[in-house]
């Protein structure tokens, strides 16, 4: 059985009248890279500031390593690595002796060249922190959280306001931590994001925590069907009408097609390739954008604000 | 104590790494110690611009006697003598060259030396009357009738001589513009070289005379008074602006949430800051005493009791600071909170000037201030070399010390932020 690093049951966090977080629950498994999507002012940071011990529950339970938020703070700290939310450090101080300060914190002696290496900064080492790119900055951030060698790590939003080139490699190396065995805790407001590095992902809007699994459970579950969109060929709509009732003419002419199921779009498929080569088939699966469509009703735009 | 060592040699690095932060925490106090040093007579004494126009010429040159005046004037060396020509008209003069220091301006009239001559012989032939004439009354009895007639018979003529000698007084001018604080200063120097010149001139011995003694081993001036002065404001700026607006800044930016995520305890976090800020204190200390020993041989000397005392002064305003930024969330609120305490603070506490020179009610509010104790003490240990003076500025700022690390650790959040 898959240990559970990460507890939370009935979570409750409010500011005067506010619930910041309503009585949310569910759990992270060691070795995995857990996702909690939602737009801003969701609860997201709040959750993952009472995880990392910087934010008392008002209820709830919340336990890392199955140790008690409230009471064993000290113990924590010391098993986690945090990478918070528009990440910022000493901008005088050089990469190194950023990073090198936190595994002083940490007590950790040894790995600094290694963990300078591993995220791509040993060659800049020596600049200083307030001279660096938003992206490689972000990096800085994670080699300050890795200092102390954490078994759990907290990215709060690690890509925002990235370019997406930044962001991509971001992403690399989040997938190298996951390879390496660290248990990674991810707020986001990308759906891009959520499907691109997370095993598993909780959606959670206003305080409320909506659904959790895994992406493809969430897809699968929430997404809708699957379009098959052939363009340039009138006749697709007569043989995409064996097999599903609900075809229709969209812009520019486009046959549409919609399918509950994959094995009448395999089927759909293979009548349509017997079809003259001159049209174009484009078979669309739902995203993580239709299940947060379907599951919230609205959208989550670039900022990252909830659009309904 | 391992933890709090990381925290105070990383603020420390940053510190040092800023350049606004060195400018005003050493440039600006070393600039302000060479300016008012200079100003209010660190660097030699007090002297004052005195404009002598001498009316009393012969062929266009000045008598031998008025000369002489300015001469004993000059070598006073209270005054700077700036001469006027004789066809100047003052009033024309001082208009013409608008001046911020006031004009003093010493007129010596046309037949200066004539008059004194005159008026000098005058007294001094009534000298000899009254003389003879006492001689006469309290010793006549001891001469015979043809010696006191002779004595008499020669008292008639030179009475006669005398009546027909000038009697008017070789008046000399002193022109001061109204409301010039120095004005008696500069009245009275004067007056004591014409009561010299006068006794020269009528030929009195000195009967009383002034001898002097130095009271202590160690002269002090103007600079040594301000330079505890302001080694303590701008300990106590530091603290409460600098600290005040570092904190806040850091809160801001996520750099204490940060932190706060990892291991590190608050309270390290705290005495990191503090041992800083003391860095930066004995560092301000040893750069001023520097340079006012270089500048202008101050008698500072600083020992074990004054590093004692700016290490609770520094804890003290420290801890003032960061209560402050941990009580405004707001960098700019901060701020401004930090400048509003301590700009009056420097101004009111007598760290620039003598209280005493304040006025009462005022005196009682710079006795109000920490920042009072602080440069009291100091000048006690560093300048008067009397420590057990400082008993009082060491209790109370102990006493602070203690209340406001307490405050800044209750204050201080570490959770929630």
């Known amino acids: 059985m898959v240990e559970k690093v990460i507890e ?207 992406v493809s459970e969430l897809v699968s579950k929430y997404g809708g069907d699957i379009k098959i969109v052939v363009k340039g060929e009138r006749r697709a709509e007569t043989v995409i009408k064996r097999f599903t009732k609900n075809v229709f003419v969209g812009e520019q002419g486009n046959i549409i097609g919609t399918f509950p199921n994959r094995r009448d779009v395999a089927k759909a498929l293979l009548s349509l390739y017997k079809l003259s080569g001159k049209c174009r088939i484009n078979v669309v699966e739902p995203t993580m954008e239709d299940v947060f469509l379907r599951v919230v009703g609205g959208r989550i735009d670039e900022s990252g604000e909830l659009i309904s | 104590m391992k933890h709090s060592f990381c925290i105070f040699s990383a603020l420390a690095k940053h510190w040092f790494r800023s350049k606004t932060g060195v400018f005003f925490s050493f440039m600006f106090p070393a600039m302000l110690l060479l300016i008012f040093g200079t100003v209010f007579g660190g660097a030699g004494a007090q002297t004052y611009t005195l404009h002598v126009q001498n009316l009393d010429l012969v062929d266009g040159e000045p008598t031998e006697l008025s000369s002489a005046l300015i001469n004993i004037l000059d070598s006073t060396g209270t005054f700077k003598i700036e001469n006027l020509p004789a066809d100047v008209d003052i009033a024309d003069y001082v208009r013409e060259h608008p001046s911020f220091t006031d004009y003093r301006i010493l007129v010596i009239p046309e037949n200066f030396q004539q008059k004194a001559m005159d008026k000098s012989i005058y007294v001094r032939a009534g000298v000899i009357l009254d003389t003879l004439s006492f001689v006469v009354e309290n010793y006549g009895y001891t001469m015979t009738e043809n010696q006191v007639g002779s004595i008499e018979n020669g008292m008639d003529v030179l009475k006669m001589w005398r009546e027909n000698m000038g009697s008017e007084n070789a008046e000399i001018l002193l022109l001061t513009d ?207 070399q009397n420590p057990t003076q400082a008993l009082v500025p060491f209790a109370i700022l102990g006493v602070l010390a203690a209340v406001f690390v307490y405050l800044a650790i209750k204050i201080t959040k570490w959770k929630e932020l």
Not at chain 1, 170 to 183: A, F, H, N, P, Q
Not at chain 1, 190 to 212: N, Q
Not at chain 2, 207 to 219: I, Y
Not at chain 2, 324 to 331: E, N, P, R, T
Request: one cysteine or more; glycine letters at 10%.
């Open chain 2, 178 to 384: 109204e409301g010039d604080t120095a004005a008696p200063i500069v009245r009275g120097v004067i007056s004591s070289v014409i009561n010299a010149f006068n006794n020269e001139m009528i030929g009195v011995e000195a009967v009383v005379s002034v001898s002097e003694n130095q009271l202590t081993q160690r002269s002090f001036k103007a600079v040594d008074y301000y330079l505890p002065g302001y080694i303590a404001a701008f300990i106590m700026t530091n603290g409460i602006i600098g600290v005040t607006s570092n904190i806040s800044e850091f809160r801001r930016n996520g750099v204490i949430k940060r932190l706060a995520a990892t291991p590190l305890q608050k309270s390290s976090w705290i005495i990191g800051n503090l041992a800083h800020q003391v860095l930066l204190a004995f560092m301000l200390m040893l750069a001023m005493i520097a340079l006012g020993w270089l500048i202008f041989g101050v008698q500072a000397i600083p020992g074990p009791y004054a590093l004692l005392l700016i290490f609770m002064g520094t804890v003290v305003f420290c801890s003032i600071g960061m209560v402050l930024g941990g009580i405004f969330k707001d960098v700019e609120a901060a701020s401004a909170a930090g400048n509003a305490i301590a700009f009056p603070m420097m101004f009111l506490s007598g760290a620039f000037w003598p209280v005493e020179m304040m006025p009462d009610f005022m005196q009682g509010v710079a006795r109000c201030m920490p920042l009072y104790y602080f440069h009291d003490g100091l000048r006690q240990i560093m300048i008067y």
């Open chain 1, 8 to 214: 939370v049951k009935e979570l409750t966090k409010k500011y005067g009248n506010l619930s910041a977080v309503d009585h949310i629950s569910f759990d992270v498994y060691r070795g995995e890279i857990f996702s909690l999507v939602g737009p801003n002012g969701a609860g997201k940071t709040t959750t993952v500031e009472i995880l990392e011990c910087l934010r008392k529950p008002t209820s709830g339970v919340a336990r890392v390593f199955g140790l008690d938020v409230v009471h064993d703070e000290e113990k924590i700290k010391k098993k986690i690595g945090v990478v918070p939310q528009e990440f910022n450090t000493f901008n005088r101080l050089t990469v190194k002796e950023n990073v090198d300060l936190v595994a002083k914190i940490y007590g950790v002696k040894s790995g600094l060249k290694q963990n300078l290496k591993r995220l791509g900064l040993w060659e800049i080492k020596d600049k200083k922190f307030e001279a660096l790119s938003g992206g490689t900055k972000r990096r800085v951030g994670i080699a300050m959280a890795l200092a102390g060698k954490p078994e759990l790590l907290f990215l709060d939003e690690p890509t925002t306001g990235l370019d997406p080139q930044a962001r991509r490699e971001l992403w690399e190396t989040i997938r190298s931590l996951k390879k390496m065995g660290v248990t990674i805790f991810l707020t986001t407001h990308y759906m891009e994001e959520v499907e691109a590095l997370s095993d598993r992902a909780s959606i959670i809007v206003k305080g409320k925590l909506f659904t959790t699994g895994t």
